[in-house]
């Protein structure tokens, strides 16, 4: 029975989604070269539950979307949250900030004008930084087909420390002077 539940267990932790009970039972039988019936599966992972409803462990299988998979026991959830607020703030890709900085400087803005500026489609880009709040929907343009003006958002000023958008650097806080094009070099 230890071998059965050790599989079980690495079914289901490997798992990015819920497991079926019936897939379940088609893998342990194929890998076990046995027949394991549902009714095994079903007590297996009754007794994993049992060995990890003590405090000992921080997550539990739970039955879910039709299937089985680990989760973090309710205890846990602010620990977890905390992690993954974390992680969604890592840096950004480079196409992903060169389409902030176009909307951050040009706002209220169309996809299709931050295209025309990129030179490259910046469905994804907009799409993910939506997801992440850096940008908003402002509103709609007064053009042809009504396209969605996008902006930044409150969280985009937390994002970067800044509390107004003029508080941006200006692009002439950022040319270097070794790259002007005409100056006499001292001659």
């Not at 299937?67 to 905390?82: C, E, R």
């Not at 970067?160 to 001292?186: C, M, V």
């Amino acid at each position: 029975m230890n071998l059965l539940l050790n599989h079980l267990q690495a079914l289901i932790f490997c798992a990015t989604s819920p497991v079926s009970i019936e897939e379940l039972q088609k893998c342990l039988s194929e890998a076990l070269v046995t027949e394991v019936s549902v009714s095994d599966v079903l007590e297996g992972i009754e007794q994993l539950n049992a060995q990890f409803s003590t405090d000992a462990f921080a997550f539990q299988i739970y039955a879910i979307g039709g299937g089985y998979q680990f989760l973090t026991k309710p205890a846990y959830q602010d620990s977890v949250s905390i992690l993954l607020k974390h992680k969604s703030k890592k840096k950004l890709s480079a196409s992903s900030l060169e389409t902030l900085a176009i909307i951050a400087y040009k706002q209220p803005i169309t996809r299709s004008q931050v295209e025309q500026i990129r030179g490259v489609s910046c469905d994804y880009a907009i799409q993910r930084l939506l997801e992440k709040g850096l940008l908003e929907i402002k509103g709609k343009a007064n053009t042809i087909g009504r396209p969605v003006l996008f902006g930044t958002s409150q969280k985009f000023m937390e994002y970067f420390g800044i509390n107004h958008l003029k508080d941006l650097p200006q692009l002439r806080d950022l040319a270097t002077e070794e790259n002007t094009i005409g100056e006499a070099a001292g001659l």
